[in-house]
Structures are given as C-alpha cells and as structure tokens.
C-alpha cells in the first residue's frame, strides 16, 4: 500500500521559513517523479515544485521561483520543500504527490498518489 506522509507544516509570520517534507512508503522511490502541490480555500489545487527521479531535475511554479528548493533523498525515501520569504499568499495546504514514469509534469491529474496535506499558514 502506498503511503505519502507530509510534515513540517505551520503557523509562520511572513518573511520567515519553514521546511516541508514527505515520507513515502509502499513504492519504489526511486522510480517515481515527486512533487508538491498547494491547495488555498477556495482554489485550486496548484503546482509548486517537481523533481525528477535521480534529482537532477527540478522545476518551479512562477510564484515560488527563487524562494523555494526541491530536494529528494531515495535512501531514505523522502522528498522536501524548503520554503524561505514566506508570503502570506502562500498560505495553503500543501500536498507531496508521487507519479510513475520518469517525466517531469505541473499537471496533478498526472500524479498517481498523494499525501494528506499539511497545512502552512504565514501570517502578515
């Protein structure tokens, strides 16, 4: 059974950092692209980040580019977002999602499994 646990969530004040990671089980890590997806109230569910299986790969949505890093550990099987000059617009809850094959894709309806969500709150 495939598991994806989310952590690091919280209340941050803006300006400040906060570092999210993801603890898969039930899957071959290593062979699954990963990424991180926030959803705010009211919105849709969108792209944040992605890394390609051996990590060489990572991509950005705009609204986080320069402020956020993707980073995997397939021994250990985790997956992490650091978030740095948090925003209150990037209040959210954030999701890790795993996707078979090896391409990279924004897209969450190309994501096979996903985490529960953790929440992130940035206060002004």
């Known amino acids: 059974q495939v598991q994806l646990v989310e952590s690091g969530g919280g209340l941050v004040q803006a300006g400040g950092s906060l570092r999210l990671s993801c603890a898969a089980s039930?899957?071959?890590?290593?062979?699954?692209?990963m990424g991180w997806f926030r959803q705010a109230p009211g919105k849709e569910r969108e792209f944040v980040a992605t890394?390609?299986?051996?990590?060489?790969?990572?991509y950005y949505a705009d609204a986080v580019k320069g402020r956020a890093t993707i980073s995997r550990d397939n021994a250990k099987n985790t997956v992490s977002l650091q978030m740095n000059s948090l925003k209150p617009e990037d209040t959210a809850v954030y999701y890790c999602?795993?996707?078979?094959?090896?391409?990279?894709?924004?897209?969450?309806?190309?994501?096979?499994?996903w985490g529960q969500g953790t929440q992130v709150t940035v206060s002004s």
């Open positions: 999602a795993a996707r078979s094959g090896p391409a990279t894709t924004r897209l969450p309806g190309t994501y096979n499994y």
């Open positions: 039930g899957v071959t890590f290593s062979s699954y692209v």
């Open positions: 890394i390609s299986w051996s990590g060489s790969g990572t």
